[in-house]
């Protein structure tokens, strides 16, 4: 069975920083892109990021949004995908969930979701 | 605001048929690239209900279905249940932001 479990996410001040782990199981994560994607409260969803296979580069895109501030990495080794979230924003604020793309390169279409993660960036 | 346009919301009585049009431009879909659609039911997590435009993943009714034509994008609901009543994004690439852009996303009322 295809699993997503997110870890990570909480309280932050602004300016300071949070990490967001997304463990999977149930498919070689290797051969699969991973894209994050947000939600903020009663608004629609976002696009944050992803990051292809390995097979395609491992290359990374992020939104404009988030560009110099947040991190994608991957260690297919341990079947996890990191958002590493730098320097935040209230904006930022938001429930954020990792997703499986559907094939190792990009916007094939998410077919798996983390159950989501809740960040909040006040002060 | 999103390069993909949805309407905001749209509604039908049970056992009808609604549409819910994605209009793009010449950047994202009318540029060729994928339309994928999503459901996401209140307080869950998103649904992938069809993908590269007009596929549908396993388990997802023949009663979804996605096409395509110039910079629009549609997903067509027919024989609509009480259990459709969700927010529904399309989601596509866009070659001037190099990335992902969503709908602003849908919201379907079953009357």
């Known amino acids: 069975e295809v699993q997503l479990v997110q870890s990570g996410g909480g309280l932050a001040k602004p300016g300071r920083s949070l990490r967001l782990s997304c463990a999977a199981s149930?498919?070689?994560?290797?051969?699969?892109?991973m894209s994050w994607v947000r939600q903020a409260p009663g608004k629609g969803l976002e696009w944050v990021g992803f990051?292809?296979?390995?097979?395609?580069?491992?290359?990374?895109e992020n939104a404009a949004s988030v560009k110099g501030r947040f991190t994608l990495s991957r260690d297919d080794s341990k079947g996890i995908a990191y958002l590493q979230m730098d320097n935040l924003k209230i904006e930022d604020t938001a429930v954020y969930f990792c997703?499986?793309?559907?094939?190792?390169?990009?916007?094939?279409?998410?077919?798996?979701w983390g159950q989501g993660a809740l960040v909040t960036v006040s002060s | 605001q999103s390069l993909l346009t949805q309407p905001p919301s749209v509604s039908g009585a049970p056992g009808q048929g609604v549409t819910i049009s994605c209009t793009g431009s010449?950047?994202?879909?009318?540029?060729?690239?994928?339309v994928h659609w999503y459901q996401q039911l209140p307080g869950t997590v998103p649904k992938l209900l069809i993908y590269d435009t007009q596929n549908r993943p396993s388990g997802v009714p023949d009663r979804f279905s996605g096409s395509k034509s110039g910079p629009s994008a549609s997903l067509a609901i027919t024989g609509l249940q009480a259990e459709d009543e969700a927010d529904y994004y399309c989601?596509?690439?866009?070659?001037?932001?190099?990335?992902?852009?969503f709908g602003g996303g849908t919201k379907l009322t079953v009357l």
């Open positions: 010449s950047s994202n879909i009318g540029a060729g690239y994928n």
């Open positions: 990051i292809r296979s390995k097979a395609y580069g491992g290359t990374i």
């Open positions: 989601q596509s690439y866009d070659t001037s932001l190099r990335g992902v852009v």
């Open positions: 997703a499986r793309e559907r094939t190792g390169y990009s916007s094939s279409g998410s077919d798996f």
């Open positions: 149930g498919f070689i994560v290797g051969d699969h892109g």
